[in-house]
């Protein structure tokens, strides 16, 4: 089985400034991906950024890069020069479990950016 | 390219009645997957088609069904609403299943009464 855990409910930072939310999973699987997701109020689940478990390399897309720790498998998320926009709930997913495969998320971090 | 897209967007239904929901995934897209998101339980995987066959199924009882069409489209039923199935019913897209980034339409809010 596969777990995700976030251990902050709500988090906030000033405009311009960097944030780092937090993500740790669990799996006994050797070949796996990790997600950030947002959902913003209007609810639409938008992509952030992807890692994939084999790549050493971290992921980054613009302003958001993750730094991924296999083996305490933790996978962070880092938001630089917050805007805004980036005002959110942000949900870490796992997928895994070759052959039966569907996202696990976890419970959300509600982000909130300080004008 | 356009998105993935739900319809309806919202839908008040009293218990007992049923419901269908419905996805058209991006095109090109093959792969569709349905997730539940309530407030008490977060989001909850309900199923996920591929070539119009269910090819792996959540934790949820038989009144929650789903088929796919040869266009990829895909509808997932609850028969017998409870209120407790008040929630946002998340659709997701991908290339295939397995390893592909799911990509989610805006969901459907359905209400119970």
């Known amino acids: 089985a596969q777990t995700v855990t976030q251990s902050q409910p709500e988090m906030s930072v000033q405009e311009a400034e960097t944030v780092t939310l937090s993500c740790t999973y669990d799996t006994s699987e050797s070949d796996y991906y990790l997600f950030w997701y947002k959902q913003p109020p209007s609810r639409q689940m938008i992509l952030v950024i992807r890692q994939e478990a084999y790549k050493q390399q971290n992921a980054t897309e613009n302003r958001f890069s993750v730094n991924f720790q296999k083996a305490a498998k933790s996978f962070s998320l880092k938001i630089s020069d917050s805007q805004l926009g980036d005002a959110a709930m942000y949900f870490c997913a796992l997928l895994a479990g070759f052959g039966n495969e569907k996202l696990t998320f976890g419970t959300g971090t509600r982000l909130t950016i300080i004008p | 390219k356009a998105g993935v897209t739900q319809t309806p967007r919202y839908l008040i239904k009293t218990r007992g009645q049923q419901v269908t929901l419905s996805c058209s995934p991006i095109s090109g897209h093959r792969s569709v997957s349905w997730y539940q998101q309530t407030p008490g339980q977060g989001l909850q995987f309900l199923f996920e088609?591929?070539?119009?066959?269910?090819?792996n199924k959540g934790n949820f009882p038989g009144r929650f069904s789903g088929r796919q069409f040869s266009n990829s489209r895909s509808e997932m039923n609850v028969s017998t609403l409870e209120l407790g199935d008040s929630a946002l019913y998340l659709c997701a897209s991908s290339l295939s299943p397995g390893r592909d980034t799911q990509y989610f339409g805006p969901g459907t809010r359905l209400t119970v009464l």
């Open positions: 088609y591929f070539s119009e066959t269910q090819r």
